[in-house]
């Protein structure tokens, strides 16, 4: 079917620890991918996002590279702080007449 | 440009009740859509509009219902109220039709059904 798969949290690290919030994707054909961020009490913000494959999405220190061998989109950044505290959604877009599909979310705390 | 809100921020209702959740956006978008969001089953889709006068269903419709009678406003109904409508309810927009993955998501009305 077609899914997005995301680690389950909640995730905590120290403050300038070294992130990676794993996502991986079903779909047939070449989806766009994307990381969504919810803060507390907000909506979802897109962070970044990848249309094709080999592309790097970054925004705020934060990176995701479209790996179309592993199908996977995983969430990096190599020195978290705590404002990075919230809920991480990855997800997939297939084309221009498809919806998203969001992964479940992965909530992160950052410890001072 | 305010971008995407919703009223009320907060709502308790009882079994049975009906309701309307406001969501209006000020960014010209021809796309918008209802989510909502309960723990551990991340964000399931409950009904679109892709323009003025045109709205489908999404993952989990039933018990819902939309209109979009302007570009701007999308109010989600509910008809007859269930505890099982507890949860988060997110109203998103997008420009259009090529670039709807890229939403815009209003603040959320947190729903409690008692």
């Known amino acids: 079917g077609n899914s997005v798969t995301q680690m389950e949290g909640p995730v905590t690290l120290s403050e300038e620890a070294f992130l990676t919030i794993n996502c991986t994707y079903t779909a047939t054909g070449y989806p766009s991918l994307f990381w969504y961020v919810q803060y507390p009490g907000e909506g979802l913000q897109l962070l970044l996002k990848?249309?094709?494959?080999?592309d790097k999405g970054s925004n705020k220190g934060f990176e995701a590279t479209y790996r179309k061998e592993t199908t996977s989109f995983h969430l990096e950044k190599g020195s978290v702080q705590v404002s990075d505290s919230a809920v991480y959604f990855c997800a997939r877009s297939m084309n221009r007449d498809d919806k998203i599909i969001f992964g479940k979310g992965t909530r992160l705390h950052i410890l001072p | 440009n305010a971008g995407v809100t919703q009223t009320p921020k907060f709502q308790v209702l009882k079994t049975g009740q009906s309701m309307t959740l406001q969501c209006a956006q000020d960014?010209?978008?021809?796309?918008m859509s209802w989510y909502r969001q309960d723990p551990g089953m991340g964000l399931r889709l409950i009904h679109y509009s892709v323009g003025a006068g045109i709205t489908d269903q999404g993952e989990v419709p039933n018990g819902y219902n939309v209109s979009r009678s302007t570009t701007e406003d999308f109010p989600l109904r509910l008809l007859s109220a269930a505890p099982s409508q507890t949860s988060v309810y997110f109203c998103?927009?997008?420009?259009?039709?090529?670039?709807?993955?890229?939403?815009?998501f209003g603040p959320g009305t947190r729903l409690t059904v008692t």
């Open positions: 960014m010209n978008h021809e796309y």
């Open positions: 990848a249309t094709k494959a080999d």
């Open positions: 998103a927009s997008s420009p259009g039709w090529g670039n709807r993955y890229e939403q815009y």
